[in-house]
């Protein structure tokens, strides 16, 4: 079965530090997302992406996060400078026709800031 | 905006024994989405639910939902200490491309 793959699974970076997640969607699919959960807690929608532009973000996603799709298959997202409230798990999801046949989630990136 | 909110928080049951989990929106959705997260793990999709009305079983988790009533519930028949998991329910609104996610459900089933 298709999967999205996220790379790395766990990073540790020091505050003020970037970092870049990087993302393979799956290859037919169009429509690319980041969410983030936070230890213990839901899951939040940061960006959507569609057609190589940003198609709706959340107040999360603020300048110090952008997001990439540099080549036909690496979908990534940085933060700039991060804080000690980015580290959360980031899960990267695609799907194919907007959610209606549902949405494929990564296995997550760990990201803890010290 | 929408707001998408799950009960019972914690669900501690015992094997063989049925249960309801409740997901209530609090907009308009043209869908909804029940995923599976086992600790340290990714979301595991469910369910998709597209219409009202619409039901979905598979094994022992069926799934409904009423878009009168702006709710979704997921029901447990006969659980298996197998299902112990967080189970989210997530929904979409037409106009945006994002998903909401409930708060989760952490499930327990003791043997």
């Known amino acids: 079965e298709p999967e999205v793959t996220q790379t790395p699974s766990h990073q540790v970076t020091q505050m003020g530090q970037e970092v870049i997640l990087r993302c393979v969607p799956i290859?037919?699919?169009?429509?690319f997302y980041w969410y983030r959960q936070i230890l213990g807690q839901k899951v939040e929608f940061l960006v959507s992406?569609?057609?190589?532009?940003?198609?709706?973000k959340s107040e999360i996603f603020d300048d110090q996060f952008s997001v990439e799709r540099p080549d036909g298959s690496n979908f990534t997202l940085k933060i700039r400078s991060t804080k000690l409230e980015d580290s959360a798990m980031y899960f990267c999801a695609s799907s194919e026709a907007g959610g209606v046949h549902g949405y494929t989630f990564g296995s997550g990136t760990r990201l803890t800031v010290v | 905006e929408l707001k998408v909110e799950q009960n019972p928080l914690f669900l501690s049951m015992q094997e063989g024994k049925n249960y309801t989990i409740y997901c209530n929106y609090s907009?308009?959705?043209?869908?909804l989405y029940w995923y599976r997260q086992d600790p340290g793990k990714s979301l595991e999709s469910l369910f998709v639910l597209l219409s009202n009305g619409a039901v979905k079983q598979e094994g022992r988790l069926m799934a409904s939902l009423d878009t009168k009533a702006r709710l979704s519930t997921l029901h447990i028949t006969a659980a298996v200490h197998d299902l112990s998991a967080t189970y989210f329910c997530a929904a979409h609104t037409g106009t945006a491309s994002k998903l909401t996610f409930g708060t989760g459900t952490r499930l327990q089933v003791t043997l």
């Open positions: 907009t308009t959705s043209d869908r």
């Open positions: 992406f569609y057609n190589n532009e940003i198609s709706e």
């Open positions: 290859s037919n699919h169009l429509y």
